[in-house]
């Protein structure tokens, strides 16, 4: 399909509302980007992690533990996706460029691919936010249908039960299979990758080895095929099914939109910012230890407001958006508890597989 438009506004709700942003930033004398909490739970995250690798692999515990450690080490590396990948990839994790890349590419480290990322999630995903045809990441295939423009299968009827099978595949699929079509294919979806250069290149392949290298050949060399196999399977089901539920509660919830073109003109009906707001769900923002492990990303309203602003200070423009939002009479979409959003995605799951 060929991308849509959004609707030109004059005066728009976008533009009061960087204005009301501006403001309080220049009027509390901060920077956008990240601050000295970001990098204490950068370096938290990156010791725990760098501790049960080695703890693992080289000083292999019992069963149990060893199991327990995986489970944690996939918390972790999802941990590290939500706080130190995503906002260096959206350039909010420090002022300093090189630090943003630095902190992107540890992405590439876990076996994924921060140029893909970009491509998929800082340029598709945030302009288009569930936009059928568009918005990869409600591409789920023909197991999952996440839009009512998509097609109806059988199997749809059963989603609500299966989905958290298929996500814990998430990150298996994602390192795996995923980057390499993208590579290949030279497209994310309908939207061709933007060209790649010989340092791009040399980074994919480059950093793949490497993570094979480090989640593969040396578990397997210390520890042997089997242990690694069930080791590897726990860490990876744990950190898909992570990642997955928590960007999915963001946008494929009960009051969450998904618009549609119009047919003649192939514009969107809101302005970018109305349709973003009319997209994407918050949830339980007032739990601090949520907010501290997922990055912010329960502010997902903030987040796709304000993409070049930092998770840490989406508490405090969550109050002006919300009120910004009041004014203007537009739903603003909040779970209070988890347990809610998640409630709301198996039921938004179960209308969708019976159509």
Known sequence: MSIPKFSNIPNSFHAELKRKISQYFEEVGKSTTGDYK???????????????????????????????????????????????????????????KWLNKFAALSLNILGGNSFMWKMKHVVIHHAYTNVDGVDDDINAGPLLRLAATQKKYKLH????????????????FWIFVSDYKKYFAGKIGSVPLKKMSLADHLSFWGFKLLH??????????????????????????????????VFQLAHTVEHTAFPVANID???LEDEWAIHQ??????FATRNKVISWFVGGLNFQIEHHLFPKISHVHYPAISKIIRKACADYGIAYIEYPKMIYAVMSHVNYLRQLGRG
Not at 228 to 242: D, N, T, Y
Not at 277 to 282: G, L, M, S, V, Y
């Open 157 to 172: 009827k059963y989603q609500h039960i299966y989905f958290g099978f298929l996500y814990s595949l998430l990150y298996i």
């Open 265 to 267: 003109t192939n514009r």
């Open 38 to 96: 970001i990098f204490i739970k950068a370096v938290i995250l990156m010791i725990a992690f760098a501790f049960i690798y080695i703890h693992l692999v080289f000083f292999t515990p019992v069963v149990f533990v060893a199991i327990l450690e995986c489970v944690l080490l996939g918390m972790v590396v999802s941990s590290i996706g939500f706080n130190v990948m995503h906002d260096g990839s959206h350039g909010t994790f420090s002022k300093y």
């Open 212 to 245: 094979l290298l480090l989640f593969i050949g040396l578990p397997v060399y210390f520890l042997g095929f089997t242990p690694w196999l069930i080791g590897f399977l726990v860490f990876a089901l744990v950190a898909g099914f992570v990642l997955s539920i």
């Open 277 to 282: 707001i009319r997209t994407t769900a918050n």
